[in-house]
Each structure stands twice: as structure tokens, then as C-alpha cells.
């Protein structure tokens, strides 16, 4: 996975051809009608998802975005479909990191939710991080036990992925995870069986976090659209300090997500870094 490049001009001419900036998440999220997730984003069975390094992209830079996909949150993944994904991937390759690595998770609940974790590939080029993006179903779930399930995007990171950067570099990937509730705090192991297909250890959501950096810098976007969010949010901060990034506009998380990663990974001898953006980017 992720040996192919993003191609500005032909995102944007599929985009166009495609109806992604008029149509519905509905008739762009196919899974939705379908009412299940779609099956290569299964997690069962899955050993691990991998980003290495290649020819095109010698030195790979891992990111993992897990986008909340219930009730308040699911039209996050139609407005980064619509604009914001090119807006991403254009401006951290334009900051100066030339090998981003993307791979989506969708989250849920856990305790309620028929599919709680969605898995695509880590993935570089733009007509594949758009069928992930797409293929994502939008349960639209959550319930009302004051958490969503971001532990298991932590959870896969720990236990499910392997990275070239890691492993030939001791260099972190990034993982961001996108709401407006606070975390569940415990995973149990009858749950991870029921999600993964094995499973023999309950877990709490800071143990989760601590493996998880092990190998990620963790960060976490609360969107404050709602003062149930702005509760939330202070969880967060108490839990992360500074890694929780705290906005009202979720617009603005394509921004958030490239300053963090080009900050971090930036190759100053490679594209213009800075603060340059991509809000003229438009799709039809």
C-alpha cells in the first residue's frame, strides 16, 4: 500500500465527474443504504495494516485518522470527501512532506454499535484514499453512555499496524482521532474478540494510550459544535494536555491535521513550507 502518488488535477477532475461537490452522503456513502460496513473495512481477521516504505515514496510517513462516524459527527467524512481530503494531502505534500501515508478508521460505540471500528489501508495516492474514504459506512449510531470508541483506534495502532519509519527509523507516526464526546474508558475483551476475532485482554483507555505512543505521537480534534462537546473537550485536555486541539469549526481540521504533520515531518529541502493553504480548492 501507498505507492501511488496524489495527483491534484486528476483528484479534481474525478471529483468533478464523480458529483462529489452536490451530491448526498447518501449516494456517495453506498454503504449507508446497504446498512453495514462494507467488507474489506472488517478489522476481523485483520493481522495487521502496514505502511512501507517505496520506490515512489522512500520514506513514508504514517498517519492515522479515525473519524467519529456517529450521529453528531458523520458528516464530517462527506465534507472531506467534498473538499477536504485534497485540501489535506495537497497541503502536507506542499509543506514540504512528500510521503504521507493515510490510512482512514471509522469509530463508533463499542457498547452499541454494530460496527464500532472500519479499517481502510494506509494508502498515498488520491483515487485510493477516496474509495476508503467512500467505502466508510455511516452507522449514524453512538448511544446515550457518554462515550464513543475512540480507545479502539488506539487499540489497532498499538497492536495492528507496522511501519517502515518505526521500524527503520524510530521515527513516530501520527495518529488523530475526530469527535465531540469523551472516550470510553474500557475496552473489554469480550469486545476486542467480538471486533477483531481474538481477543484475551481487557483494557482501560489509558493503558490503550500508553501503547499506543509507543509508536504514535496520539492527538485528538474536539469538535466544539454543541456544549455537550465543550464538556467533552475538557476531559480531553486533562487526558492529552496540549495534543488535544480544541476547534469550533470542523472546516478547519484539514488545516489542523497539516500543521501538526508538516510541523513535525517537514523536509525543509522539499516544497514550500509554511502555512500555505488549499481553500481555493473546490470540487464539482
Avoid at 7 to 15: G, Q, T
Avoid at 60 to 89: A, Y
Avoid at 203 to 218: N, S, W
Wanted: glycine letters at 12%; aromatic letters at 10%.
Amino acid at each position: 500500500m501507498g505507492s501511488t502518488r496524489y495527483d491534484m488535477d486528476a483528484r479534481f477532475d474525478r471529483a468533478r465527474k464523480a458529483g462529489y461537490g452536490f451530491k448526498s452522503a447518501g449516494e456517495i456513502f453506498t454503504q449507508n443504504a446497504l446498512g453495514r460496513a462494507h467488507e474489506s473495512m472488517n478489522p476481523k481477521g485483520i493481522s495487521f495494516r502496514e505502511s512501507r516504505d517505496s520506490e515512489v515514496h522512500p520514506n513514508s510517513v504514517p498517519i492515522i485518522l479515525g473519524l467519529d462516524v456517529t450521529g453528531s459527527m458523520g458528516h464530517i467524512p462527506h465534507e472531506l470527501i467534498k473538499e477536504g481530503l485534497p485540501k489535506l494531502m495537497g497541503g502536507i505534500i506542499q509543506g514540504g512532506v512528500p510521503d504521507p501515508a493515510l490510512l482512514f478508521l471509522g469509530i463508533g460505540d463499542h457498547e452499541c454499535d454494530s460496527f464500532p471500528l472500519q479499517v481502510g489501508q494506509f494508502e498515498s495516492g488520491d483515487e485510493e484514499l477516496d474509495m476508503w474514504l467512500t467505502r466508510t459506512y455511516i452507522e449514524s449510531g453512538g448511544g446515550g453512555n457518554a462515550g464513543e470508541s475512540y480507545l479502539l483506534a488506539w487499540y489497532f495502532a498499538a497492536f495492528h499496524t507496522r511501519t517502515d519509519a518505526f521500524e527503520k527509523r524510530k521515527q513516530k507516526g501520527i495518529l488523530f482521532t475526530v469527535g465531540d464526546e469523551p472516550c470510553l474508558k474500557r475496552l473489554p475483551a469480550s469486545a476486542i474478540r467480538e471486533i477483531m476475532g481474538t481477543g484475551q485482554h481487557t483494557y482501560t483507555h489509558y493503558e490503550l494510550l500508553e501503547e499506543a505512543r509507543k509508536r504514535y505521537e496520539v492527538y485528538h480534534i474536539s469538535v466544539l459544535h454543541s456544549e455537550q462537546a465543550v464538556r467533552a473537550d475538557r476531559g480531553w485536555k486533562e487526558l492529552l494536555g496540549q495534543n488535544c486541539l480544541s476547534i469550533a469549526d470542523h472546516r478547519q481540521i484539514p488545516d489542523v491535521i497539516k500543521g501538526i504533520i508538516c510541523n513535525t515531518f517537514k523536509n525543509e529541502s522539499s516544497g514550500t513550507a509554511g502555512n500555505t493553504g488549499f481553500d481555493h480548492i473546490q470540487m464539482f
